[in-house]
């Protein structure tokens, strides 16, 4: 079969197996990262559909640089600013003490001798950048606490690159001297800085001459060209193409054109990423596995559970609470692409033999393969007794209002305020409901309105009203006390919980409240009405009324207690009156044909 025929067939069987597995794997629960190894392992190892496996996966490694640039398009430089301790704290104590621990049950397994165990030890504590965030991005935690640790350990793996393919020049005490290293080290860094100088004063230019344009696929192959080019620079450099790419992607965080830069990416993203999945299937050597089949059984589990405790007593130390750390550990126990890359040119160097290299690339991919599973099963282990927490950040917030509690209360009335082109600063407790916002396209911030300094940093100096719309009756009377406490000028309209909470509220003088109930009890009973041939007109008037009655109560109950106005309800079905009294009495004989006989007076 000629190159390109078979190039294209090639392609076919890559994107058909994505079609058919990632639903599949979706639908049982199992998740579309595994579904792409598998349906890598059916073509490739199986079937022997494609045997060029390798081939492909450096191809489909795009796929990870273009999701590194999207996650740098979400961290500004100062939100990376905050998160230098967790790099290169956390990371760099994960790679030193798993590398080590590694290195001694290397050693101690007299499989390697003491440089290749060295290799093998920090080769197999490096954890796969991909399959991390694939998960993470899955279920929505990317931007959680455990998710930005999580992030902040791979990073520092990414550029522990450097150093470690350093160490292998010197373990080979090869020609390059003494100096290669450093000299390595230097012409890293000053790619870095590069990196940082070009993306803060040539990058965002270059879209402003290109968007004037108006030529849209010339800023499709811009954004391209940009990810691609400091990835390649980065690699020249001897760093890896998704640290070029994340630099790039941080420089452009708070370009105007950033949401354009990820929507333009995000269609090649996917597509690669599922491809560089499907091609580590295809790299698996089955025959290797079958012939040390009693040590990568021991191998995989083993490793796994080292870095795994290791990692999760590392985050308990740093201030981890035991559900993060769970979740940590068992997002990252398995081996990383740069393994492939170490243990390959540890081969070439003569520090193991390369069916020992093969070997160890064979325990990377299969620890990659139950990563998805492990990540599931560790649920079983989370107390679920402790309140999950993102980083609190206010950068941009304050507004003319200040909604505290993003509930299905507050999200209707956050409609309605920027339908009316009013600016709203939300904040919210509740992790799931931050992530399930932003999905929407809501600017919602993480903080306890119930706490002063959020409220400060939220903006609330600058606020007109605020809408307290918390759910638990507890929560929204603090909130409300600090309010009229350190902010008397402030406006106060209160979402209550019940009728008592309405009284409660009014006798602590806030601005305005309204039961969440109310209005839609008021709707429900008039369509109700309608339905049962009741007219709209008719069925509004009697709505209005009960509205009016509710109040008046209302304003009774506060003064005199909660049983006051107890006459006003309606407790027996009334008595069908007109709502407006006519002007004359009405003659019982007009205008009615069965007038004077019996039915009539019955019905009457």
């Known amino acids: 079969m000629s190159a390109p025929n078979a190039l294209f067939s090639e392609t076919i069987l890559l994107l058909g197996g994505a079609v058919v597995a990632a639903p599949i794997f979706k639908k049982l629960g199992l998740g579309t990262v595994l579904g792409y190894l598998a349906a890598g392992i059916v073509i490739g190892p199986v079937f022997h559909g494609i045997t060029d496996g390798e081939q492909i996966l450096a191809v489909a490694e795009l796929g990870v640089v273009f999701l590194l640039f999207i996650i740098g398009l979400e961290l500004k430089p100062t939100r990376l600013w905050q998160m230098r301790r967790d790099i290169f704290g956390l990371g760099t104590a994960q790679v030193v003490l798993t590398g ?41 935690d990317v931007n959680t606490r455990y998710g930005q640790r999580s992030f902040s350990m791979l990073l520092f793996q990414d550029l522990a690159i450097v150093p470690l393919l350093a160490l292998i020049t010197i373990l080979d005490g090869g020609d390059k001297g003494s100096n290669a290293p450093l000299l390595d080290f230097a012409v890293a860094v000053g790619a870095v800085a590069a990196m940082i100088v070009m993306g803060r004063y040539l990058l965002t230019p270059l879209f402003q001459i ?43 965080a708070e370009s105007s054109y950033r949401h354009e830069l990820e929507a333009d990416i995000e269609p090649f993203r996917g597509v690669l990423l599922a491809i560089f999945f499907i091609a580590v299937g295809l790299s698996l050597e089955l025959d290797v596995l079958a012939d040390n089949a009693l040590f990568v059984i021991v191998a995989v589990p083993i490793v796994m559970a080292v870095k795994a405790i290791i990692i999760y007593g590392l985050c308990r130390i740093s201030g981890s609470p035991h ?30 033999s390369t069916s020992t290299a093969s070997l160890l690339v064979a325990v990377v991919t299969l620890s990659m393969a139950l990563t998805p599973i492990g990540s599931a099963l560790s649920k079983r282990l989370l107390r679920g007794d402790e309140q999950e927490e993102l980083d609190e950040d206010f950068e941009g917030a304050g507004a003319d209002v200040l909604m505290v509690g993003f509930s299905r209360f507050g999200q209707i009335a956050a409609q309605i305020l920027l339908a009316g ?30 706490r002063k300094d959020v409220l400060r940093s939220a903006g609330i100096d600058r606020a007109k009203i605020v809408l307290v719309c918390t759910q638990k009756k507890e929560i929204t009377d603090k909130v409300v006390e600090l309010v009229q406490a350190d902010y008397p000028q402030t406006r106060l309209y209160v979402r209550s919980y ?50 009016k009655r509710d109040e008046a109560r209302l304003v009774l109950q506060v003064s005199e ?38 039915d009539a007076t019955a019905e009457a």
Do not use: C
């Open 100 to 140: 080590l621990a590694l290195t001694a049950l290397a050693w101690f397994s007299q499989v390697l001798d003491w440089r290749g165990s060295i290799v093998a030890g920090f080769g197999l504590a490096l954890s796969s950048t991909a399959f991390a965030m694939q998960i993470l991005e899955g279920d929505g």
């Open 421 to 450: 082109g009013r600016s709203v600063t939300v904040i919210d407790f509740s992790a799931d409901r931050i992530r399930q916002a932003s999905s929407f396209g809501f600017r919602i911030y993480f903080g306890d309105g119930a």
């Open 561 to 598: 207690g909660l049983q006051a106005g107890r006459d006003m309800l309606f407790s027996h079905p009334v008595r069908p009156e007109p709502l407006v009294k006519p002007k004359r009495a009405a003659d019982p004989f007009e205008d009615d044909p069965l007038a004077g006989t019996a």
């Open 498 to 547: 019940d009728r008592i909470h309405s009284i409660e509220l009014r006798n602590k003088g806030v601005d305005y409240e309204l039961r969440e109930t109310l209005e839609s009890g008021l709707l429900f009973g008039r369509r109700t009405l309608e339905a049962l041939g009741v007219s709209e007109v008719d069925a509004y008037e009697i709505g209005e009324d009960i509205r």
């Open 323 to 352: 559900d993060d750390a769970i979740r940590i550990a068992f997002l990252l126990p398995q081996g990383g692409e740069f393994g492939f890359v170490l243990f390959t040119t540890a081969g070439a160097a003569g520090l193991m």
């Open 210 to 252: 290109i968007a004037r344009t108006g030529a849209r696929e010339a800023m499709i192959a811009a954004a391209l060209f940009v990810v691609m080019g400091s990835a390649s620079l980065m690699q020249l450099a001897g760093l890896s193409m998704a640290m070029g790419a994340f630099l790039s992607g941080v420089m452009l």
